[in-house]
């Protein structure tokens, strides 16, 4: 267990649905990313939050809307999303961004259909 | 059209032998690198980390070894078990526009098959 709790684990959904992933950490970091691994791509950095502003948005489409409420809990809002979207996504957190180790979730493995 | 799966590196080594696996990275002012461990099923679990004031660091069974010169990394498993049979991935710390910023770039990985 490295801290990083995601819920679900597992989803799938149609490309009308609406949903949301839910990441928490209780390390007290400072910094929560969101990841999408893919069988095609390497690990791309989707989202960056220090200290609950959003420091980098890597060029993600806006079918995907992060939030972060608070230091510990991250959320992906997930809208009309299509077939190539279906990966693991992947939170992490880290003490400061960017400088530390981020320990990552299990991640959630999304289906789209 | 049908999908293509990213074709990772593989590396097959004996049990009880050693394992190196190289991690090439991209910019010369990246200053903070880390191996990862990718178990099927679970997210990357960190192994590892090193600065670039160093060029070698140890863990428990694990080396990192940076070289600057020429942009390489590596890490290395000594008496390599079946339970190190996953995917490993170097990190570095890509710096970004505006002070302070930074991003942890992933490489593409490299599966290590461990045989009994």
């Known amino acids: 267990e490295t801290g990083v709790t995601q819920t679900p684990r597992h989803l799938v959904m149609g490309m009308t649905n609406k949903k949301s992933l839910k990441c928490e950490q209780h390390?007290?970091?400072?910094?929560m990313y969101w990841y999408k691994q893919s069988a095609k791509k390497p690990l791309e950095l989707m989202f960056v939050y220090s200290l609950e502003e959003r420091v980098e948005n890597n060029s993600v489409p806006s079918r995907f809307s992060p939030e972060c409420p608070n230091s510990s809990h991250l959320f992906l809002h997930l809208h009309t999303l299509q077939p190539e979207d279906s990966a693991l996504y992947l939170c992490?957190?880290?003490?400061?961004?960017?400088?530390?180790?981020?320990?990552f979730g299990q991640g959630t493995r999304l289906t789209v259909v | 059209g049908e999908s293509v799966g990213l074709h990772l590196p593989t590396l097959s080594v004996q049990e009880g032998d050693n394992s190196i696996i190289n991690c090439a990275y991209s910019n010369s002012a990246s200053d903070y690198f880390i191996w990862y461990k990718q178990e099927s099923g679970k997210g990357p679990q960190f192994i590892i980390d090193i600065r670039s004031n160093m060029d070698k660091r140890q863990g428990q069974r694990v080396t990192v070894l940076l070289n600057k010169t020429v942009k390489h990394l590596s890490l290395q498993i000594a008496a390599t078990q079946p339970g190190d049979s996953a995917v490993y991935f170097c990190?570095?710390?890509?710096?970004?526009?505006?002070?302070?910023?930074?991003?942890?770039?992933f490489g593409k990985g490299t599966k290590l098959s461990v045989i009994p």
């Open positions: 390390l007290g970091h400072n910094a």
């Open positions: 990190a570095e710390n890509l710096p970004r526009s505006g002070a302070g910023s930074y991003q942890l770039t």
């Open positions: 992490a957190s880290s003490q400061q961004q960017g400088v530390t180790e981020a320990f």
